[in-house]
């Protein structure tokens, strides 16, 4: 079982609509969860953090913890075309001694027009 | 502006050749970090760093060596060891919450 799993996608939303964005990890220990945005060929920029159940909400964004679960979502209201990127899901999560951050290999996201 | 800068862009390495990628960041971030992306791939960790003078292996440290000398400077040397190293290079810095900031890669080929 992979640590941090996102389904690759695409998934396809027309503008307008919520976008839902799922990611599961295996590790029961993990603090803190993070979602990423890297559009094509460019680097990763950080979205959306959370560190305790429930919903935390960001303009257009929201994220969405549940740990007795082990999921974390990402909702993007009223999504646009320039939503269009792949969306990395990080969980960090600590061992004796190790430190670990751990990223999903991204759900890509198509916002038509 | 605060913020994490990578040089070169693009680099070229030749059969045989150490190449270093610089990567620098002036927000005062104690921890910084190495990534390798492939091709509609994830990203892997590459080596990490906590502090200044201390650095650990990530999940693909062979055939890389890094150096954490200051605390703004993380560079990565890709030695002649690395069979395989086309792949965008990715730094990162994070803060006291865990939130990394990544610079904007560099991209290496192998001739």
């Known amino acids: 079982q992979k640590e941090v799993e996102q389904n690759s996608g695409p998934l396809s939303v027309p503008e307008g609509a919520i976008a839902s964005l799922n990611c599961t990890y295996s590790?029961?220990?993990?603090?803190?969860f993070f979602w990423y945005r890297q559009y094509s060929g460019k680097s990763p920029e950080l979205i959306m953090s959370?560190?305790?159940?429930g919903d935390k909400e960001d303009g257009r964004f929201t994220a969405q913890l549940n740990k007795a679960s082990q999921y974390v979502s990402l909702l993007i209201r009223d999504s646009q075309p320039s939503d269009s990127a792949t969306y990395l899901c990080a969980v960090t999560a600590g061992y004796s001694g190790t430190y670990k951050y751990i990223f999903g290999t991204g759900t890509r996201l198509k916002v038509l027009a | 502006d605060g913020g994490i800068t990578q040089s070169p862009k693009y680099l070229f390495r030749k059969e045989g050749q150490n190449v270093t990628l610089s990567c620098e960041q002036n927000?005062?971030?104690?921890?910084m970090y190495w990534y390798r992306q492939d091709p509609g791939q994830g990203l892997r960790l590459i080596y990490y760093?906590?502090?200044?003078?201390?650095?650990q292996k990530g999940d693909i440290a062979e055939g890389y060596s890094v150096s954490r000398e200051k605390k703004e400077s993380f560079p990565l040397t890709v030695t002649s060891a690395q069979k395989n190293p086309t792949a965008f290079y990715l730094c990162?810095?994070?803060?006291?919450?865990?939130?990394?900031?990544f610079g904007p890669g560099t991209r290496l080929t192998v001739l």
């Open positions: 990162a810095s994070s803060t006291l919450n865990n939130e990394q900031f």
């Open positions: 927000l005062n971030h104690d921890a």
């Open positions: 590790d029961r220990g993990s603090q803190s």
């Open positions: 959370i560190y305790s159940n």
């Open positions: 760093s906590q502090i200044v003078n201390d650095f």
